[in-house]
């Protein structure tokens, strides 16, 4: 089984169960805030840069999901610069094993990358927030407005 570094938003109730599904199919899960982490171009670089820049971003963070920020209309660099500045733009989680890095958690990739062994996976594969669309403000610590990923198909 292998270590997962999972940086993620504490009091999401989405990357919560995503750890337990990493933890019942029998990694190690090493849990980390991504919004204190220290985040430099090359550290957050080195998830982001195999995917187009517009994937970078979470789209259920309100400036994103509201329309009031485009990340298809951004380069590298400023999308960069704003995901360093305000870490809860970043999609989510980010996730670590070894040397290899990957952004988002779509539950049949991560089982075809590091395996879930025999785990239920969701019935569409994909890990969305406990609350649905409408319950986002219960999640998160501290008051936040939860801001998870809801990944593409």
Known sequence: MSTVIFYEKPGCKGNARQKALLAAAGHTVQA??????TWTRERLGAFLS????????NPSAPVVRDGELDPTALTAE???????????????PLL???????????????????????????ADGTDFCAHGAAGHSHCGAHGEEHTHDAEPA
Do not use: C, H, M, Y
């Not at 195999?50 to 971003?57: G, K, M």
């Not at 400023?78 to 989510?92: C, Q, V």
């Open 96 to 122: 670590e094993v070894e040397n290899e890095r990957r952004v988002g958690f779509v539950a049949s990739e991560i089982d075809a990358w590091i395996g879930l062994n025999g785990v239920e996976l969701p």
């Open 50 to 57: 195999p995917l187009p820049v517009a994937q970078w971003f």
């Open 32 to 37: 980390k805030n991504l919004k204190t982490e």
């Open 78 to 92: 400023e999308a960069l610069t704003l995901l360093i500045a305000n870490p809860l733009l970043i999609r989510r």
